[in-house]
């Protein structure tokens, strides 16, 4: 089993970048795929980023393709999504996930989420 607490969530400006982190607990964090999904209120959970147990494979959402970046520390046990020049509709609440294979699977443990508002 593993636990994900995600954090560097906050309110930035359109245009901005923001980094958010997940940090696993438990020694088998690189058996795990990583992906962040998010929720916009009114709107359904999607898919955002994911990335292999190595880091050697990575998969995004269209609609955030060459604006973020995911990437992992094995060795720390986290994760992160680099998130760049962001727009208004980048807001939602974002949470990591953890599963034994890489997204579309879907994955077995989720974080509490963090709350990103990008404002016009």
């Known amino acids: 089993q593993v636990q994900l607490v995600e954090s560097g969530g906050g309110l930035v400006q359109a245009g901005d970048s923001l980094k958010v982190s997940c940090a696993a607990s438990?020694?088998?964090?690189?058996?795990?795929?990583i992906a962040w999904f998010r929720q916009a209120p009114g709107k359904e959970r999607e898919f955002v980023a994911a990335?292999?147990?190595?880091?050697?494979?990575?998969k995004y959402a269209d609609s955030v393709k060459g604006r973020f970046t995911i990437s992992r520390d094995n060795a720390k046990n986290t994760v992160y999504l680099q998130m760049n020049t962001l727009k208004p509709e980048d807001t939602a609440v974002y949470y990591c996930?953890?599963?034994?294979?890489?997204?579309?699977?879907?994955?077995?443990?989720w974080g509490q989420g963090t709350q990103v508002t990008v404002s016009s």
């Open positions: 996930t953890a599963g034994v294979s890489l997204y579309p699977t879907l994955p077995q443990y």
């Open positions: 438990g020694r088998t964090f690189s058996s795990y795929a």
């Open positions: 990335i292999s147990r190595s880091g050697g494979s990575t």
